[in-house]
């Protein structure tokens, strides 16, 4: 993952994350999803995107980040 991602996600985040991973499946079948973020809050909570590529799965994330304003302030639209 590059470090532009990273940055990108931690600049979303309203807590203190621990662990950023992503996980890519290159043996998927076409119609699967193959990419996975997570990412791990020190108090443990978890965030979860997937897709089929990485921007996908990046994508899933902030949608499924939406209401979670705890964790989450709104993510700023990518150039």
């Avoid at 999803?33 to 899933?60: K, P, S, W, Y």
């Amino acid at each position: 993952m590059s470090s532009e991602m990273v940055l990108y996600i931690l600049s979303a985040a309203r807590k203190p994350v621990s662990t950023i991973s992503l996980t890519y499946d290159c043996e998927a079948r076409v119609n699967e999803l193959c990419a996975m973020i997570e990412v791990f809050f020190q108090d443990g909570h978890e965030a979860i995107g997937a897709g089929h590529t990485i921007f996908g799965a990046l994508r899933n994330l902030m949608v499924n980040t939406r209401a979670d304003a705890a964790y989450w302030q709104k993510w700023t639209e990518l150039d």
